[in-house]
């Protein structure tokens, strides 16, 4: 069981961007996948979660309205998505699987904003 | 919905035993049996060791245990090692709205 993101990415504010979590080595459809947010130096924050196999999505109040999570079960990818970052987007963004419990994490993408 | 309170660190000799707090509230902790505690060394990808509030998945030492109390869930690590040197994070459950809040997390240092 693997779960491997996308690379590191530099971008501007007002940019959009969109990181991915490519799983194998499971059904990807059977299980929820979830975001979770670290800034540097800073903890782990619960962001969103999908469920691969009817695409159905729940947000945490703070993060609803701030990014968009879906999945492509064609290619049991995981999508985390912004339309216009923000300097304080910047952060590692960590993908896991699971509800309840996250036990398969990916490696974690590195984004930063800066001008 | 607020982060659940951990202590900023905790420490502890070799062998000793050593136990981290993560309290909530009614409404995440003391309700659902859906804490799990997490490892994460720095720079490094975080690591589940305890899942539904006691359980421990393949792999995970039987050094880690947890338990709940109330609003508080706890994880003990027994026999400390200088292996466990590493940040820990509770993680609870909080209903249809919230869904998952973290707690702070906790330094744990080995003396």
């Known amino acids: 069981v693997q779960l491997v993101q996308s690379g590191a990415e530099v971008k501007e504010p007002g940019d959009s961007l969109k990181i991915s979590c490519k799983t194998s080595g499971y059904s990807f459809a059977s299980y929820w996948i979830g975001w979770v947010r670290q800034m540097p130096g800073k903890g782990l924050e619960w962001m969103g979660i999908?469920?691969?196999?009817?695409?159905?999505?729940k947000y945490s109040p703070s993060f609803q309205g701030q990014v968009t999570i879906s999945a492509d079960r064609s290619i049991s990818t995981a999508y985390l998505q912004w339309s216009s970052l923000k300097a304080s987007d910047t952060a590692i963004y960590y993908c896991?699987?699971?509800?309840?419990?996250?036990?398969?994490w990916g490696q974690g993408t590195m984004v930063t904003v800066s001008s | 919905q607020s982060a659940l309170t951990q202590p900023a660190s905790v420490s502890g000799s070799p062998g000793q035993s050593i136990t981290i707090s993560c309290t909530g509230t009614?409404?995440?902790?003391?309700?659902?049996?859906?804490v799990s505690w997490y490892q994460q060394y720095p720079g490094k990808t975080p690591k589940l060791m305890i899942y539904e509030g006691s359980k421990r998945p393949s792999g995970v030492s039987n050094r880690f245990s947890g338990s709940k109390s109330g609003n508080t869930a706890s994880l003990t690590i027994s026999g400390l090692q200088a292996e466990d040197e590493a940040d820990y994070y509770c993680c609870s459950y909080a209903g249809s709205s919230t869904f998952y809040v973290f707690g702070t997390g906790t330094k744990v240092t080995v003396l």
């Open positions: 999908v469920y691969p196999g009817d695409s159905d999505t």
């Open positions: 009614s409404s995440d902790v003391g309700t659902y049996n859906l």
């Open positions: 896991a699987r699971g509800w309840g419990a996250f036990d398969i």
